[in-house]
């Protein structure tokens, strides 16, 4: 046994001190194991987690052993503000709870959030240090729970963090996936996909709650009936029925006592295994129900490029509302006894389209089996939802076949129709005889496939709807859904999307984290408008020089990354030009690639050519049933073996793709950028946030008119922003003149070459059909302009190089970046959500004296911590 461990029984037993004259009690403070702040019990905590939940002394222990005994200790840290937060303040105060339905949550790594959160940072490095381990070797431990795949799934991490250090009380919801988005490969330039088994080690930050358990129902039929009051009901009689197995997740706070919840759930069979059908011989049938409901919760988004793709997705996304509505109605049904209070006592967000199918489950909760009359159950679930649109691509939107949707969902598709044939009859009052605008509104898409409208359904059941970003909610307004705003104005909101800086400049960048703080305090770190008074020392010129330098060694890790990973070295004074998102041909990567292309014409044509030095860096992950998106990641990585071995290039230009982008990897690459590429085809993207993330950290943004670049170019100054390109007015009414490609590609003689080399086969070795389908595509269609941006982008990347050989009006402009971006901070959006969707107010979490005192679980002040990785 360790000798540095107190037994646990005598933690709390005053001490007695024996003196020649007369005996004194002396009480000496010893903090709880659990629940202590200090150093001393910080360490014996952790070297007990070590030995009785990993059962391993400490010279045999490893970095991970370290790393599951560390979380645990920090858990133990935040379990008792949970409690309080949960249980003995909302509850017992029956304040309103943000209940939060989203498909996606990209909390990234916890770990160190939660070390830096309760102030814990520093000392946990020193204590590591006298055990013989490096921090950051153990965070690097850490599985990285990957539930999302792109700024859906990272919008509402963010958000869980201002929650939680603005006080707010809020749960949030989703799939406990136990395959998260997947591990991206790269073999042979090809993208390839991998199981991402997040969960092999087991999850410390999670607790299982086995009393939580609800049943879901699939299939089968419905069967009408009249009660004993007379009352028209309906009985589902369903075809089979799952589990669904809450996980809950603490969520800290920055420097506050509350401690939110994530509550992700899993499927389980309602019968694992049949004994009878095993006995009779059938031993895979044995298990066929296990094996169906848990592919529920199996995978995020699977393939639903076939039927059955589509069914599962479909499951996956009626499991978790159903689940999460009847959690939410157990709650409060704890503390009243009708639904008058519900949307006083809970605010019920969806998150996109995929949990739109809570409104009519909420409906088929409060009718079928709560037994409410139809109009007071309609009113209950207006007066709940919010919906938030992400995306103005209509395939995001969801439209559910009737035969597929009826098939899975009897009962709800009885609901819709209801829901429907009620709100048309209003839509009729008052635009009587517009048939076309009739249906236009109707929840029902008609065709040879009639189709569900789930967006519709969303915004009719809703009593808000908000965009993301100002142009995205005027598109939304305007051409999205101009009827449904004709018809409900009031319903609409814009809600620009936000960033927590805690984890996108202090945990992702503590260089540049210390040298704010030291000039300004570190108010920032809560109130991100603070970041204003940084523009006090843009003409300082030591001020400039910390700037740079702070700059110019994270690229030098980024650099030592990119070595250890992809082998390639690249020049760490070259201007680092990054782009990194999902795959999508809408975020127009190819764009990017065609500009390379020209770029490394350039250079063959004249090898003295004296240019600005570049290192291109993409990442991002492509849907796996998306061929174009993978090719394009194909593409690139052809591109960057051809110029990356070409002696005529040398480290003019290098082109790094980096596999398996996801938040760990976003830490490593934005303190580093120079320049943030966010180049979609204006009026596409909704908002972005990786634009703020670059902005925040003083990258330059080159851009088009599209999500919030527009507000960012606003608030940074238009001569901080290289914009380029078309507006989103100009796109549509080029599209409805008859957009012409060829035109561009045929009067463009750099367009017409980098075209041309990848059609000839130049960046295949010599195969010409390899990217035939996408030199197709922008030929004969081009559907996001590339063509029509290409010449405005080139000259807009000229300004972009003359501009950072002059380098400290670069540098100012960098500081200007960041300091003016306090906008866009996380606790901003959730304040104006807050203030006018959910009418949501902080709740203090006070813990008694005492127990701080006697515990010393009091979230500590503690100065900025020293997160250097050169330790």
Same mark, same amino acid.
Request: net charge negative; charged share 25%.
């Given at each position: ?14 001490? %007695? &001190? ?14 709880? !194991? ?5 150093? +001393? ?19 045999? @222990? ?21 409690? $309080? ?52 070797? +153990? ?37 406990? *996936? ?6 991206? +490969? ?12 997040? =969960? ?17 129902? %699939? ?78 919760? $199996?995978?995020? *988004? ?36 009708? %639904? ?68 899975? =969902? ?19 009052? &008052? ?19 009639? &189709? ?18 100002? =142009? ?10 101009? !009827? ?119 250079? $063959? ?10 290192? +291109? ?104 922003? %290289?914009?380029?390109?078309?507006? @989103? ?49 922008? &030929? ?79 979230? $500590? ?11």
């Amino acid at each position: 046994m360790n000798h540095e461990r107190i037994n646990h029984h005598n933690n709390r037993i005053p001490h %007695f &001190k024996k003196c020649h004259r007369r005996t004194e009690q002396v009480q000496v403070q010893v903090q709880d !194991d659990r629940t202590g702040m200090d150093a +001393v019990t910080l360490k014996r905590a952790l070297l007990d987690n070590l030995y009785y939940i990993q059962a391993k002394d400490r010279d045999w @222990a490893t970095a991970h052993d370290y790393y599951m005994a560390l979380a645990y200790t920090v858990r133990d840290r935040l379990l008792h503000r949970w409690l $309080k937060s949960v249980e003995q303040t909302y509850l017992h105060k029956d304040v309103k709870i943000l209940c939060y339905l989203s498909a996606e949550y990209l909390i990234g790594p916890q770990l160190g959030k939660n070390l830096m959160n309760v102030g814990l940072y520093q000392e946990t490095r020193n204590i590591l240090q006298e055990l013989g381990f490096n921090l950051d070797d +153990v965070l690097e431990q850490e599985d990285e729970p990957a539930l999302g795949n792109g700024g859906l799934g990272r919008l509402a991490a963010c958000f869980f963090d201002s929650l939680s250090s603005l006080e707010m009380p809020a749960i949030g919801y989703g799939i406990r *996936y136990e395959f998260g988005i997947f591990q991206q +490969v790269i073999q042979d330039g090809w993208q390839v996909e991998r199981p991402d088994r997040w =969960l092999r080690f087991g999850n410390p930050w999670e607790i299982p709650r086995l009393d939580y358990i609800v049943e879901v129902k %699939f299939g089968g039929h419905t069967e009408a009936y009249t009660d004993e009051r007379g009352r028209y009901q309906v009985r589902w009689i369903p075809e089979r029925t799952v589990l669904g197995t809450p996980y809950d997740t603490p969520i800290s706070g920055y420097s506050s006592n509350t401690v939110n919840t994530l509550r992700l759930w899993s499927a389980k069979a309602s019968e694992d295994f049949n004994l009878q059908i095993f006995n009779s011989g059938d031993f895979t049938d044995a298990v066929a129900d296990k094996v169906f409901s848990e592919n529920i919760t $199996k995978v995020l *988004y699977p393939n639903d490029q076939n039927y059955q793709g589509k069914e599962l997705r479909l499951e996956q996304q009626y499991f978790f509302v159903s689940c999460s509505l009847q959690d939410i109605i157990r709650n409060y049904l704890q503390t009243h006894e009708n %639904f008058d209070q519900f949307p006083a006592k809970f605010a019920i967000q969806i998150n996109d389209t995929h949990p739109s199918i809570g409104i009519a489950e909420m409906m088929r909760l409060l009718v079928d089996v709560h037994q409410l009359d139809w109009d007071k159950a309609w009113d209950i679930t207006q007066n709940s939802f919010g919906f938030t649109n992400h995306t103005l691509l209509s395939e995001a939107l969801e439209r559910w076949n009737i035969d597929l949707f009826g098939h899975l =969902l009897p009962r709800h598709l009885e609901i819709i129709f209801e829901i429907n044939s009620r709100f048309l009859t209003q839509v009729r009052l &008052k635009y009587a005889g517009d048939n076309d605008k009739i249906a236009r509104l109707s929840l029902i898409e008609e065709g040879a496939e009639k &189709k569900v409208r789930m967006a519709h359904l969303a915004c009719v059941g809703s009593h808000a709807i908000n965009g993301v970003a100002e =142009l995205h909610t005027e598109l939304l307004k305007n051409n999205l859904f101009p !009827d449904l705003y004709e018809l409900f104005p009031q319903k609409f909101s814009n809600k620009t999307n936000g960033i927590t800086p805690r984890r996108w400049i202090l945990l992702a960048n503590p260089k540049l984290a210390l040298l704010i703080t030291n000039k300004i305090g570190k108010d920032w770190i809560n109130n991100l408008d603070e970041l204003k008074q940084l523009e006090a020392f843009i003409n300082n010129a030591d001020f400039r020089q910390s700037w740079w330098q702070v700059k110019h060694e994270n690229k030098q890790d980024l650099a030592e990354y990119i070595l250890q990973t992809t082998g390639i070295e690249i020049n760490t004074n070259s201007l680092f030009d990054i782009q990194v998102k999902r795959f999508h041909e809408y975020k127009r990567q190819h764009l990017n690639i065609l500009y390379i292309i020209t770029l490394y014409n350039r250079i $063959k044509k004249n090898p003295n050519l004296n240019i600005v030095p570049r290192t +291109v860096i993409f990442g991002g992950k492509s849907a796996p049933g998306y061929a174009m998106a993978k090719l394009i990641i194909k593409l690139i990585n052809s591109v960057a073996n051809v110029i990356n071995n070409d002696a005529d290039v040398g480290d003019k230009l290098k082109v790094v793709f980096l596999p398996n982008y996801n938040v760990s990897l976003a830490q490593r690459i934005y303190p580093a950028a120079d320049l943030s590429e966010q180049i979609s085809t204006a009026g596409k993207e909704a908002s972005g946030t990786s634009n703020m993330k670059f902005a925040i950290n003083g990258a330059l943004t080159i851009g088009t008119q599209d999500g919030a670049n527009i507000e960012i170019r606003e608030r940074v100054g238009a001569e901080n922003f %290289f914009q380029f390109g078309l507006t @989103a007015p100009e796109v549509a009414q080029l599209k409805a003149q008859g957009y012409n490609p060829w035109n561009y590609y045929n009067n463009n003689p750099e367009l017409k070459q980098a075209i041309d080399q990848i059609a000839d086969g130049y960046f295949s070795g010599g195969n010409t059909d390899l990217f035939q389908p996408l030199i197709d595509s922008l &030929k004969n269609r081009d559907e996001y302009m590339l063509f029509a941006d290409y010449q405005s982008y080139l000259e807009c990347q000229q300004k972009v190089s003359q501009a950072y050989q002059e380098r400290e009006n670069w540098i100012r402009m960098s500081i200007f970046n960041t300091a003016r971006t306090g906008y866009f901070s996380s606790d901003r959006t959730i304040r104006e959500y807050a203030q006018d969707i959910w009418h949501l107010q902080p709740v203090r979490i006070n813990l008694n004296d005492s127990q701080e005192q006697k515990t010393g679980v009091k979230v $500590k002040e503690a100065p900025l911590p020293n997160m250097s990785h050169n330790d």
